[in-house]
């Protein structure tokens, strides 16, 4: 009978030892590390009330995470590489950065609008990008470098056309030259805007008829912002991206 008793406790024991030490990682991976997000409106969180049509693709990110990773979405509307550097937002991510987190970079709509003031593709553009890159690492964080998001833009035979010039080059150098993982976010939503066409093409970005919302009460044609349905595709190549090019998160992305 002691015998039958004494081997209970014992497995009682280890069946304790085993669900806390199944408690510790689960503390751990809901723990694991914060991602962040810095760019512009195309990334941004955006209010929902009063109601909205427009959504950011980083919006739709924690979705797609288990809750292993933190988001911080700091990307803001009309900011260039430039003016988030300069208005100090990026150094309120900078003082947050621990090791063995991630920072995803995403520029290039508004620097495109400040080109004259030295911020061309390969001109102060791609240093700050440098910039973002070599201070994440010395925060002990891994970069991520995205290439902006394509703009919905048709000729009048219907044929796709880029607007966004040699930035998305400029990106793609850094990426080369200083081994940063990319998400060519340009050439996936270019592919896709091409497959879908003018018309399909609508349904992904901020078009809104008059008195549809309160915000637009004239309605609103906006072919470079997304609305819900954009957002989620935009975010659905995202994640495609990050499985390729930065393996390592795979193990906290939901099934």
Not at 41 to 55: F, Q
Not at 66 to 77: C, D, L, Q, T, W
Not at 185 to 197: I, V
Request: with cysteine; glycine share 8%.
């Amino acid at each position: 009978m002691k015998a039958v008793l004494l081997t209970a406790m014992v497995l009682g024991l280890m069946f304790a030892n085993a669900l806390a030490a199944d408690e510790q990682t689960a503390d751990v991976e809901r723990l694991a590390f914060t991602l962040f997000m810095i760019g512009d409106s195309t990334m941004a969180n955006k209010p929902l009330v009063p109601p909205n049509p427009e959504r950011g693709w980083g919006q739709l990110l924690p979705i797609y995470l288990k809750e292993s990773v933190r988001i911080e979405n700091h990307a803001m509307n009309g900011r260039s590489a430039k003016s988030f550097i300069a208005e100090g937002r990026w150094e309120t991510v900078l003082k947050k950065l621990k090791p063995g987190d991630y920072v995803i970079i995403q520029f290039g709509h508004n620097d495109e609008k400040i080109a004259g003031q030295g911020a061309g593709p390969f001109g102060d553009y791609k240093k700050n990008l440098e910039r973002l890159v070599s201070e994440t690492r010395a925060g002990k964080a891994t970069p991520i470098l995205a290439t902006p998001i394509a703009r919905r833009r048709f000729d009048k035979e219907g044929k796709f056309f880029d607007t966004h010039g040699d930035y998305p080059k400029a990106v793609k150098q850094v990426a080369d030259e200083m081994n940063v993982p990319l998400l060519d976010l340009h050439a996936k939503t270019s592919e896709l805007l091409k497959q879908l066409g003018p018309e399909l093409s609508l349904r992904l970005f901020n078009h809104v008829a008059p008195g549809e919302y309160a915000r637009h009460p004239d309605g609103l044609k906006d072919d470079t912002h997304l609305n819900p349905l954009g957002a989620t595709r935009v975010c659905d190549l995202a994640v495609e991206e990050l499985t390729t090019k930065v393996p390592e998160l795979r193990a906290h992305l939901k099934k």
